[in-house]
């Protein structure tokens, strides 16, 4: 595409940021829209993300998606947020707008819009829910299921006083009921687990994935790994054998960009069966 001098501009900060996909996924809408605008991979260290920031609010950035290690320095910066980010400490898309800064959060809003996809709109009512972690991910994981009318939600973590905390800092935003603990409960919990959710970064990247046997499951239970790279996790992959239904983390990843590419360039995307299939070539390493 060719840009004109007026042309859209945003990107994703983070450190690292080659791994990140969000330059493809969005490259994809901006292509498939035929928009005047790009979103550029923006490598910036911790020390000068404020700094980072400031420049590019200058330089006329619509805004930029936030990956490791800056999604609380992002919320942390900004002059208001939305309720996802209030209740993550975390951002995960911030919009420069004149000379303020708006924090959100769309990785509640990702995981919901996917599981609704995957299992329906009535799919997590009355569900009992039990999530891995403590962590922006797992958060973001208590609001959708706590949206979707999840009956009981358990955020189980390896650092049992991150979950305790979470669970405190979580309470009000959800109605379903919420509980913390360590990976001890598993067991007990496992038989009357419907969805399990790993919002540990544990699988990703050849680490392995959290050792729960999963054959305490019910034979309809799902297990749904946030983890997409690479895209059938460990977890996964056991619970692929044990014959149970499997979501893995690229639909919440593709989900979560919507409201970012629809803020930054005014047009809401749609999640097409071309846009996976190009995304599993990049984690495939074919492209
Ligand atoms: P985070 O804030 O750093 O939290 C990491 C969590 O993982 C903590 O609960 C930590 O436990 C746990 N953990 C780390 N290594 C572990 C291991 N080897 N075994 C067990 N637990 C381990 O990370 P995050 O931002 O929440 O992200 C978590 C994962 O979700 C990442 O893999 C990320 O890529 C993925 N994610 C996916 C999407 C998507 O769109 N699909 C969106 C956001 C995040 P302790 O507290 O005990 O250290």
Redesign the pocket.
């Known amino acids: 595409m060719r840009l004109s001098g007026a042309a859209r501009i945003a990107g994703v900060i983070g450190w690292p940021v080659a791994h990140s996909l969000s330059p493809m996924l969005h490259g994809f809408w901006l292509c498939e829209h035929r928009i005047d605008g790009a979103y550029i991979p923006l490598p910036v260290r911790a020390h000068v993300f404020s700094t980072a920031l400031r420049g590019l609010r200058e330089a006329g950035f619509a805004g930029v998606n936030v990956t490791?290690p800056h999604?609380e320095a992002a919320f942390a910066l900004a002059h208001r947020g939305d309720g996802a980010a209030g209740s993550a400490g975390a951002a995960n898309l911030l919009l420069f707008q004149g000379n303020e800064i708006e924090a959100r959060n769309t990785?509640a809003e990702?995981l919901a819009g996917n599981l609704v996809v995957e299992l329906g709109t009535e799919g997590l009512r009355e569900a009992h829910v039990t999530i891995?972690?403590?962590?922006?991910?797992?958060r973001?994981a208590v609001l959708a299921c706590g949206h979707l009318h999840a009956a009981r939600i358990h955020l189980l973590?390896?650092?049992v006083a991150?979950a305790q905390a979470a669970a405190a800092a979580l309470a009000r935003g959800v109605r379903s009921q919420l509980d913390s603990g360590s990976w001890d409960e598993w067991p007990s919990l496992a038989p009357t687990t419907t969805l399990l959710i790993n919002?540990?970064?544990?699988g990703?990247s050849g680490?392995?994935s959290?050792d729960l046997p999963l054959d305490l499951l019910p034979t309809n239970a799902v297990v749904c790994d946030?983890?997409?790279r690479p895209l059938e996790t460990p977890l996964l992959a056991r619970a692929r054998t044990l014959g149970l239904r499997t979501v893995d983390?690229?639909g919440?990843?593709m989900h979560?960009a919507v409201p970012a590419f629809e803020a930054f360039y005014g047009i809401r995307p749609k999640i097409t069966p071309a846009l996976r299939l190009e995304l599993e070539k990049v984690l495939r390493g074919e492209t």
């Open positions: 490791v999604k990785d990702g891995l972690g403590a962590g922006g991910a797992a973001a973590n390896r650092t991150r919002a540990t970064r544990g990703m680490s392995p959290p946030l983890v997409y983390g690229l919440m990843l979560q």
